[in-house]
């Protein structure tokens, strides 16, 4: 079984996801939104102190609040960033972002080292994640289901009472609704939806609750 450890980083308040198999070790970080070296140190050292050995960084989508961090975990566990193809255009736009919120620090835009596409299944000790395409926040969004554990990962796509923003390049509100009611809304009641900010739901409060959908 998968154990998890969320970090919340960055001047958006974005999650940051350690998700690690507590027998074999090895984990993935999901999101790596350090954007200073206390928050990178604070990340790597929850990661040291249990011993774990990351496989691999991944990002539900290119917005540079979710990879400001991925040069910082690259260097230091020599690991390949994951990410869906299309995520390319807002990587290249990530510094400018940066500066539109007027951010002093640089989001590195360098591309994704391997590409993630919709039903892959990604493998962590005894579990697995599965690949979700739901693209409509962003072009290439994903979301990352642990069936066994009963957990999914939605990125900006889904909230606790609410959904991504749709007005950035890429944007696609119908596009959003459909990939949620479904492909997310289709995963158990009891799923717990951990998201790219904000406190964690289940699939069957925002089926039930959720006023945007």
Not at 26 to 50: K, M, R, Y
Not at 114 to 135: A, C, H, N, Y
Not at 177 to 194: G, K, Q, S
């Amino acid at each position: 079984m998968l154990k998890i450890d969320s970090f919340v980083f960055n001047p958006f308040a974005e999650n940051t996801y350690v998700v690690y198999d507590d027998g074999t070790k090895e984990c993935v970080i999901i999101d790596p939104g350090c954007s200073t070296e206390g928050e990178a140190n604070e990340l790597f050292g929850f990661i040291d102190s249990h011993g774990l050995k990351p496989l691999m960084a991944i990002n539900t989508h290119g917005h540079m609040d979710h990879i400001v961090g991925n040069m910082a975990v690259k260097k230091r566990y020599g690991i390949p960033v994951a990410a869906h193809p299309n995520v390319k255009d807002d990587f290249m736009r990530s510094r400018q972002h940066a500066q539109m919120f007027g951010l002093s620090y640089i989001c590195d835009c360098e591309l994704p080292d391997r590409d993630l596409e919709d039903g892959e299944v990604i493998k962590v000790g005894e579990s697995t994640l599965e690949v979700i395409s739901t693209p409509g926040h962003a072009i290439g969004s994903i979301s990352l289901y642990a069936e066994i554990e009963g957990w999914v990962f939605t990125g900006d796509a889904l909230f606790c009472r609410s959904i991504g923003r749709t007005d950035l390049p890429g944007g696609n509100y119908e596009q959003l609704r459909t990939n949620i009611i479904e492909r997310l809304f289709h995963l158990p009641d009891d799923t717990e939806v951990y998201s790219g900010h904000g406190e964690i739901t289940t699939i069957f409060d925002e089926r039930k609750y959720n006023m945007f959908l």
